[in-house]
């Protein structure tokens, strides 16, 4: 365990919790410890889980970009598992939504309209 994060190995892929804050000196050894392990693994993907995360900021978008990296440069690939909302709009915000890719996308549906409109009817009816 480095810091507020755990590596461990799972069916073919390596599990990164993240816990619940990041801090700026936690990212050197964060890397260090996931590309040791990743060294010694046969893992392909390195799942990043992110449920524990409670208010995401720069430096957690910072952590997963370069873990990304670390296990991009090995040739692991890497996912997003249990994306906060309000990170996954970081996420989008920074450009790298598409870059890292969710384990589980949420749908449009479920998203929450921030100016809280529901579509309840069409525009070409005449009735509404």
Known sequence: MVGPVSATPHRGSLVVAVGSQ????????????????????????VVIDLGAVVAPDAVTIDAMAR???????LGRRVQLRDVPCELEDLLAFTGL????????????????????????????????
């Open 97 to 128: 939504g598409g870059v890292l890719p969710l384990e589980h996308q949420r749908e449009t549906e479920e998203r929450e309209d921030p100016f809280d409109v529901e579509e309840e009817a069409h525009l070409d009816d005449p009735t509404v």
């Open 22 to 45: 990041i801090a700026p000196g936690d990212l050197p050894a964060l890397c260090a410890g996931v590309r040791s392990r990743l060294e010694r693994s046969r893992a392909e993907v």
């Open 67 to 73: 873990l990304a990296l670390v296990a991009r440069r």
